[in-house]
């Protein structure tokens, strides 16, 4: 097993993303069996980083992570948590919905403890004076409740810059969406180098792009076949993370015993990609998009007559071409009515000024249509604060 060092602990490169358990399609209860088998596997292998949060698999992955982990020393592996401010349509008590979840991994303390889902949106009900969200769980970490803080982020690179100035010295790591693919795609490269410049380290999440990036079409896999008949393409995209020197722990949802034997022998040894793979899986990426190739370079921005912020929203426009579509609401969301796509007057200016030649009027009809029709962030908000309250409710 591959190993990170991370503040004097020996962190498994490869964790076991708790999101994607098996369960019965009639039930929808986890195949807690299977799960046993896959954890056993994966610690006798030297895996020691397991990753939950609260919402997971309905409110169940807690549970069924930490019946898989009970015969084993409370000091052999490390659980990662998260807080579900993004989920909350309403102050709640922050402390108790913490405690629950301590409760239901049968432990006093996280190893690991997050700020779940940090977007342009979210970021206000973290730092809601009313939800006091940040003072209630930095409270736990000064008990000893929560040996290291971070967060998981979805938003954009600006942000996050903003969101890490903003809170020096509070938190130790960061969890984003990176891979081969969103490298350029959603900027990951850009959101590793900020990380990095802030002296803290890389949380790896959608490392194979929810298996878009694990299963290639057929073509796209004999590209890499020629390098091995046997290696599988999944395994690509995790020794694309591996050369990434300061990405301590690379999260890998497994549901199939299968998926964790192969990814065992990816993470047994790092053997870095050659020049000639690397290309390969840039060639790739490209071939996997279908979105706009907007570079940020804001030249649009100078002549917009509505003032919109036109690289941000073709940023979410490619993301509702690759990702679940709440997820980009929850971006858009954040917007003021006078800056959403539909504000777009269709004059032409920023087409005129890409040095792209991106039809921008095209791609933001297209977003405003997508978010119209897409899933609505909001109703699910609400089922998961209620869900929240009443788990809450129940407990009192």
């Known amino acids: ?22 369960t019965d399609p009639a039930t929808g209860e ?25 919402p997971y698999l309905g409110g169940k992955s807690e549970i069924a992570m930490t019946k898989a982990l009970k015969k084993y020393p409370r000091d052999s592996y490390y659980i990662a948590d998260k807080f579900p401010g993004h989920s909350l349509n309403g102050p709640v008590d922050n402390i108790a919905l913490f405690n629950l979840s301590l409760q239901k991994c049968e432990t006093d303390y996280f190893d690991f403890y997050l700020f779940h889902n940090i977007t342009e949106w979210s970021v206000k009900i973290y730092e809601s004076e009313e939800y006091h969200i940040i003072p209630d769980i ?6 000893g409740k929560i040996r290291h803080l971070g967060f998981s982020f979805h938003g954009g690179p600006d ?10 010295g509070v938190f130790e790591f960061v969890q984003i969406q990176c891979n081969y693919l969103d490298w350029t795609l ?52 995790f020794r694309f993370l591996q050369d990434l020197p300061n990405i301590k722990v690379i999260l890998s949802g497994m549901n199939e015993v299968s998926q964790v034997e192969d990814n065992l022998k990816t993470f047994k040894e790092h053997v870095p990609l050659s020049e000639e793979e690397r290309n ?46 709440a997820i980009v609401g929850m971006r858009l969301d ?31 009809m297209e977003l405003t249509e997508m978010y119209a029709n897409g899933p609505k962030w909001s109703v699910t908000k609400k089922q998961r604060g209620d869900e929240i309250e009443e788990a809450l409710h129940m407990k009192d």
């Open 334 to 364: 954040a917007l003021d009515q006078d800056k959403l796509p539909s504000a777009c007057i269709q004059c032409g200016q920023c087409t005129h000024a890409c040095p792209q030649s991106i039809d921008v009027p095209k791609a933001l």
């Open 30 to 54: 986890i195949d807690q069996d299977k799960v046993q088998k896959m954890f056993d596997l994966a610690i006798a292998s030297g895996v020691n980083y397991f990753d939950t949060a609260y």
């Open 138 to 143: 930095l409270k736990m970490k000064e008990e």
């Open 280 to 325: 390969t899986l840039s060639e790739i990426a490209e071939s996997l998009k279908s979105g706009v190739p907007c570079t940020a370079c804001r030249y649009c921005c100078d002549g917009c007559p509505m003032g919109l912020n036109i690289p941000y929203l073709l940023s979410c426009y490619n993301d509702y071409k690759y990702s679940a579509g």
């Open 159 to 168: 942000l996050l810059e903003e969101f890490l100035t903003r809170y020096e």
């Open 186 to 237: 959603q900027d990951a490269k850009r959101k590793y180098d900020i990380i990095t410049k802030h002296g803290l380290g890389v949380w790896v999440m959608e490392p194979c792009r929810g298996g878009k990036l694990a299963v290639l079409r057929e073509e796209q896999s004999a590209k890499l076949k020629k390098f091995s008949d046997t290696a599988s393409d999944a395994s690509y995209a």
């Open 1 to 22: 097993m591959i190993y990170s060092d991370f503040h004097g602990l020996k962190l498994s490169r490869l964790g076991f993303g708790c999101m994607r358990f098996a």
